[in-house]
């Protein structure tokens, strides 16, 4: 045992999730700015493909770069603030295994678990009773895979029949028209397209 207590014995669960919440804000802050840097990006780059002068085009594409550069070094650092949220998510967790084990009573844990024979008794008779029941269970399933097995639909109520067969041939034929037609009103806009260009 060391003489000094240790600086994380000190440390409370409320401190490492206020620590947690702030570095949460600081991110969502981020990101938001993330959000509004795209928007701009994509304002701008819609700037510099209407522009017609050259020296505003190469105005806009500084412009853009700058933002992405911006927009690449808030990503790094929301990345940056989530890995310390997980290292402080992990602390938080320890300490709360920390307070649970040393709450929980030992000693009636270590009654029960003490009686290492009684133990083996009653995990038997667990693992038996397990056992039983799922045989139970495993039966009642060859029961109803066998027997379902043994059925075959009937062919007046599941079977295609001559009217059934007729509207399916029906309305295949319809199917197949509308595709057609889509297909050749994609076809003829696509050269109205090309001849319009």
Do not use: H
């Amino acid at each position: 045992m060391w003489p000094f207590k240790s600086k994380f014995q000190k440390l409370t669960r409320e401190e490492v999730v206020d620590s947690i919440c702030k570095l949460e804000k600081e991110s969502a802050d981020l990101e938001a700015g993330l959000d509004e840097k795209q928007k701009k990006i994509d304002a701008l780059m819609q700037k510099g493909r209407t522009e017609t002068v050259r020296d505003v085009k190469l105005l806009w594409a500084k412009r853009v770069n700058a933002l992405k550069a911006e927009r690449a070094q808030d990503v790094q650092r929301i990345m940056y603030l989530m890995y310390n949220i997980q290292m402080l998510q992990k602390l938080k967790r320890a300490i709360d295994d920390n307070q649970f084990f040393a709450k929980t009573p030992k000693q009636s844990l270590g009654g029960l678990l003490g009686d290492q024979k009684g133990l083996a008794r009653f995990l038997n008779q667990a693992l038996n009773t397990r056992v039983s029941a799922e045989k139970v269970l495993t039966d009642a399933d060859e029961t109803f895979r066998s027997i379902e097995e043994a059925y075959e639909p009937s062919s007046e109520i599941y079977g295609v029949g001559q009217d059934d067969d007729a509207l399916l041939a029906m309305f295949e034929t319809e199917e197949q028209i509308a595709d057609e037609q889509e297909q050749s009103s994609t076809a003829a806009a696509a050269k109205t397209d090309t001849t319009n260009s």
